[in-house]
């Protein structure tokens, strides 16, 4: 039992944990980024590169000349800036939404080479700073996080339009292909609008909240509640309050989440991470359905009953509201893989966390439309034990569908398709 637990605690910690334990892999310390500014300052290291020693410019500015009909970006950053990081999603739905219309070259600043490219492209288009993010796109320059969402995709379609593309380096025509001395393209995932995620949400919230985990805490409680009074009134306070506790925490883990790996960077890391936990977890709940209670599984720790017991014997909205939060967090190793796999696909949107916070709203409604369905029930008449004795009639094939849930996103995920 202690084996099994101690397993289970180490599953939550690396869920919530992927974007940090992703960031640490690749990143050293942060770069001197004003707290409240939006731009973050650059080293210059350009020594020993002058304006006659540019090779990687020379190659980059061929690369450019290939075809004319591109929309050329060239995007200086650094993996030590946070802003640059918050970037990232954004410039990867611009790269999924303009497709082949535009290649974006991306040049970090801790090449001394880069920041000889910066340094004249800054003289040249009589930028005075030196400051990262960094983007230039036709003849505009756009230098910080909020500057570059505001401005890029109307510069984009001016280019589009444009008869003669303009390079921003020197005027030159723009590029397609790849080019030796120019560093990785972006890769885009895909684009979707808030109406083509929302069905997403809806299926995948409500299926996560089918869940064994969440229908055996409430149906313990309202059970208890049952048996020590009858008065519906108490009984409805207090499971409104649980359930409203349970909801809030849940948002809090979505936009921990969120936050955390959006500040950490490399989306394409974090993003296969989460793929990668969203199938494990598949599995064991596949494993649940033929043999459940064998071996390991997701579930609430057996240790945490007598806390929620204690709570529930005080009947009281204080101690509900605790019970909702205690039971969020333990519930976690069961809904938060495909609760973080969800999240991974809304940050595929490129948006901000307020442009997704209403997605992860409803989907925190359907997860927990099932446990307030249930508590419905009871309210008006079931008997919870009844209720109990269906659950767990019925465990493994909640189990079944969450695997299939989680497989089916992982595929999606890996297949480009979301």
Same mark, same amino acid.
């Given at each position: 039992?202690?084996?099994? !637990?101690?397993? /289970?605690l180490?599953? !939550? ?52 000349? /290939? ?13 030590? %800036? ?37 340094? /004249?492209?800054?003289t040249?288009?009589e930028?005075t ?13 756009f ?30 025509? %723009? ?10 393209? @972006?890769?885009?995932?895909?684009? !979707? ?6 069905? +997403? ?16 805490? !409430? ?16 009984l ?26 959006? /500040? ?18 598949? @599995? ?58 969800v ?10 966390? +307020? ?25 008006f008449?079931?008997?919870a034990?009844?209720?109990e ?19 089916? +996103? ?9």
């Amino acid at each position: 039992m202690v084996r099994y !637990l101690s397993i /289970q605690l180490l599953v !939550l910690i690396s869920l919530l944990l992927i974007p940090i334990v992703s960031g640490t892999l690749f990143e050293e310390q942060q770069s001197e980024c004003g707290l409240e500014s939006e731009v973050c300052a650059i080293e210059d290291i350009s020594q020993g590169y002058s304006e006659n020693s540019t090779s990687k410019l020379d190659n980059l500015l061929a690369f450019m000349e /290939q075809n004319e009909n591109k929309i050329c970006i060239i995007y200086f950053y650094s993996t030590k %800036c946070s802003h640059c990081k918050s970037l990232e999603p954004f410039l990867e739905y611009i790269s999924m939404k303009f497709g082949d219309d535009i290649i974006i070259t991306k040049l970090d600043v801790s090449n001394p080479e880069n920041v000889a490219i910066y340094n /004249q492209l800054c003289t040249f288009r009589e930028y005075t700073g030196h400051e990262i993010p960094l983007l230039a796109v036709n003849d505009a320059v756009f230098v910080g996080e909020d500057k570059i969402r505001e401005n890029l995709e109307d510069e984009i379609i001016k280019g589009i339009e444009l008869d003669e593309k303009i390079c921003p380096l020197a005027g030159m025509t %723009c590029h397609n292909g790849n080019a030796t001395g120019t560093d990785e393209m @972006l890769s885009g995932v895909k684009k !979707l609008s808030f109406f083509a995620v929302l069905p +997403l949400v809806l299926v995948t919230g409500f299926g996560d909240g089918i869940n064994p985990c969440a229908f055996a805490v !409430l149906l313990f409680i309202m059970a208890f509640l049952q048996e020590i009074s009858g008065s519906k009134r108490r009984l409805k306070r207090v499971t409104i309050s649980y359930i409203i506790a349970f909801m809030i925490v849940n948002i809090g883990l979505g936009i921990f989440y969120f936050f955390t790996s959006i /500040q950490i960077g490399h989306p394409g890391t974090v993003r296969y991470m989460a793929v990668g936990f969203a199938v494990f977890a598949g @599995l064991i709940n596949l494993k649940d359905f033929f043999a459940y209670g064998k071996g390991f599984s997701l579930e609430i720790p057996k240790f945490s009953k007598k806390y929620i017991e204690s709570l529930a014997a005080k009947a009281s909205v204080p101690a509900a509201l605790v019970m909702g939060c205690l039971v969020a967090l333990l519930e976690a190793p069961c809904s938060v893989p495909i609760y973080l796999t969800v999240l991974e696909v809304l940050k595929g949107q490129g948006k901000s966390l +307020l442009g997704v916070m209403p997605h992860i709203f409803i989907y925190n409604v359907m997860f927990i439309l099932p446990i307030a369905v249930l508590a419905l029930l009871i309210y008006f008449g079931a008997e919870a034990k009844a209720l109990e004795g269906w659950r767990q009639k019925h465990r493994k094939f909640m189990k079944l569908s969450l695997a299939v849930i989680l497989l089916v +996103l992982a595929g999606l995920m890996l297949g480009g398709v979301i």
